[in-house]
């Protein structure tokens, strides 16, 4: 983190002394107010926004361009770049005391919120790579990456046999691009059929020539390739092509994605980028979008752009970060105020809170009142930017377990696509496995640390499918694991007594036993008289099924 701090004063010339974050120190973000935008009067040529007083303040401290935020027609909301040397912290309340002016605050910079590292050297299977992706699937038998738990995980094959995604639904991801041309996610790249590729011209009137597969805000230009590292493994976590022979799966084996640049080499991105990025995605079509990117000061322009998605019904999934603390960083600070956030904190492959990832002794996932679930997020294996065939790269923090969390929404609106952005995130909180954490962080019930719990996509889609009310949605059932004593317990909420053939089958799938037995509500008893080692055991009525992954000592 301390190199990723240099950084930015090497890269950005930033300035801190006068506020608690780093800014770009001559860009300033600005906002019309209605009574001040006069659309036919804005000329980005002339430097004019159409107000004389703002324009003449402009001149005065030395306008170099003007960018829009968004589509400035609907957005007001507009970039000053201003000369070197021109620090915006001293002319902020020249701006801010305008009459035409909305609001005016800095650009201020964040920071991804994820390490990598690489390492040919773990102990694992080579014929598929499937294997590492514990997060998905975790059996409890993956070496080197600390303690594992069987059935940690998501239960993401399980989701699979209801759900793999929605090939019309676009997924945006706003971070350091992708490797365009990875064989494992080129064809899913997001297209924009409204524009003409190459031509040099503005085919659709967006504002942005030849965007034909999305937008790069640091260079300003057409092409989101990678060169960082960190938008490639957070993409592939959602959308790496699946059932390929090749590498790893993503949880959408369906859906576009759509990539956009808003962080530099080293990882570091304005808030007017991550704003405009938003905006954009809403505008193109996405219905979704996975930004693992945090900062330490909230902003109006940020909130301008997670309000506007909200109205077009766009779900946002933002990172809590990995400071090990309780400080609030944003846009993931915005999951208490819009329906549509959700804010995704990191887990370890037991089921703990990710503290301290890989990297750095000090490091841990981001805690506090805003965090709505945990997901898998240390040692998340995953596509290369540099390497199309490398598959040693795995990183960690709060910036993999969002993604993931981001490609079990989508297979949850392509399931039920009638659900709003609010109802698809009470149906991840309440169908995410609590109690499973450390013990007095992860209480019952809603907490600071783990929020409603770790998500399970199998449970989250067997909700939206079986049409139960996602408002008082809880787990039926939860068991003891490991089986100790020949006996599986098997704890019913009351909610779904019956009959139920219960199956019992090899990690693998294989079949071994299968019968019928009455479930009623509390301690249900079930022998299981196997050797050691992991199963699977479904239980399943005409109103409710369940699957576990089991570990028989």
């Given amino acids: 983190m301390k190199n990723l701090i240099i950084a930015l004063f090497l890269v950005f010339n930033v300035v801190g002394a006068q506020n608690d974050q780093n800014y770009i120190k001559n860009q300033l973000i600005v906002k019309l107010k209605e009574s001040a935008f006069q659309l036919d009067k804005i000329d980005f040529e002339k430097k004019s926004l159409g107000n004389s007083s703002l324009d003449k303040l402009n001149a005065t401290v030395g306008l170099q361009s003007i960018q829009s935020i968004g589509n400035y027609s609907r957005t007001r909301s507009f970039l000053l770049v201003f000369t070197d040397g021109v620090d915006a912290n001293l002319e902020l309340k020249k701006f801010q005391m305008l009459n035409a002016i909305e609001y005016a605050e800095l650009d201020y910079i964040a920071i991804s919120g994820g390490q990598f590292n690489e390492n040919s050297a773990l102990a694992v299977p080579s014929d598929t790579y499937f294997n590492r992706q514990w997060g998905l699937l975790n059996t409890g038998t993956m070496s080197g990456i600390g303690t594992t738990l069987p059935d940690a995980d998501v239960d993401m094959e399980l989701a699979w046999d209801i759900q793999t995604g929605d090939p019309n639904m676009i997924i945006a991801v706003p971070d350091s691009g992708l490797k365009m041309n990875h064989p494992d996610i080129a064809s899913r790249i997001w297209i924009n059929t409204d524009e003409v590729a190459g031509n040099s011209v503005d085919d659709d009137g967006n504002g942005y020539i030849d965007d034909v597969n999305g937008w790069d805000w640091v260079g300003n230009d057409n092409n989101p390739t990678d060169d960082q590292g960190h938008g490639t493994n957070c993409t592939g976590i959602i959308g790496a092509i699946a059932n390929n022979n090749s590498l790893y799966s993503g949880v959408n084996w369906n859906s576009k994605i759509m990539p956009l640049k808003v962080l530099n080499s080293t990882g570091n991105g304005s808030y007017s980028s991550m704003a405009s990025s938003i905006f954009y995605a809403v505008d193109n079509g996405a219905k979704i979008v996975s930004m693992s990117i945090g900062g330490s000061t909230s902003s109006a322009i940020i909130a301008d752009s997670i309000d506007y998605a909200d109205g077009q019904n766009v779900m946002l999934f933002f990172c809590m970060m990995n400071f090990n603390n309780d400080t609030t960083y944003y846009p993931a600070g915005y999951s208490i105020t819009y329906p549509n956030v959700v804010a995704v904190g990191s887990t370890n492959p037991d089921d703990t809170r990710t503290a301290p990832f890989f990297w750095s002794a000090t490091s841990g996932s981001n805690y506090g009142s805003h965090i709505n679930v945990v997901a898998p997020g240390n040692f998340i294996y995953g596509l290369s930017y ?4 490398n598959p040693n790269a795995y990183w960690g923090g709060t910036s993999q377990a969002t993604p993931l ?97 219960i199956t019992i089958s090899t990690i693998d799938g294989k079949q071994l036993f299968s019968f019928v037995k009455n479930i009623s509500e509390g301690l249900n008893a079930i022998p299981f008289e196997y050797a050691t080692g992991n199963y699977i055991v479904s239980l399943t009525s005409e109103r409710y099924s369940k699957v576990f992954k089991v570990t028989k000592q």
């Fill in 386 to 389: 540099n390497n199309d065939t």
């Fill in 405 to 501: 969390v981001a490609g079990i929404a989508s297979l949850i609106f392509a399931q039920n696509p009638s659900l709003t952005p609010e109802q698809v995130k009470t149906i991840l909180q309440n169908t995410a496995a609590d109690e499973v954490g450390t013990l007095g962080e992860d209480v019952a019930g809603y907490d600071e640390y783990m929020g409603y719990g770790r998500v399970n996509a199998f449970e989250a889609l067997q909700a939206a499918t079986l049409g139960i009310d996602e408002s008082n949605f809880q787990q039926e059932f939860q068991l003891i694991n490991p089986i100790l004593n020949n006996q599986l317990q098997v704890y019913s909420k009351g909610n779904f007594i019956g009959d139920y053939t």
